[in-house]
């Protein structure tokens, strides 16, 4: 039976990862569908980071100033 990742503050599923960021799990799925988000990968399931969470938050605060999602995926976080 393969090991699953342990459940931590540091570490978690989309669900948590939404709620954490204060978004819908609808938004963390578009923000990966167009390139703005990159899940940590293990054992066939994604996973969040405190970092990816931040991420999302500055996108989210981003985009609600005005920001176009390409136009922040393509000045504020290239080379990310």
């Known amino acids: ?3 699953t990742p342990k459940k ?5 599923r ?4 939404a709620a954490a ?6 938004t963390i799925e578009y923000y990966i569908l167009i390139g ?4 940590i990968r293990q054992n066939g399931g994604r ?3 405190t970092a990816l969470i931040r ?3 500055l996108i989210r605060q981003l ?7 390409r136009s922040i995926r393509e000045t504020y976080l290239k080379g990310k």
């Not at 931590?8 to 978690?12: D, E, I, K, N, V």
């Open 47 to 49: 996973f969040f980071d």
């Open 21 to 26: 960021a204060e978004v819908s799990k609808q």
């Open 1 to 3: 039976m393969p090991k």
């Open 14 to 17: 989309i669900s948590q990862a």
């Open 55 to 57: 991420r999302i938050r």
């Open 36 to 39: 703005l988000l990159q899940p």
């Open 8 to 12: 931590t503050a540091s570490r978690m």
């Open 63 to 69: 985009n609600d100033s005005g920001y176009t999602l």
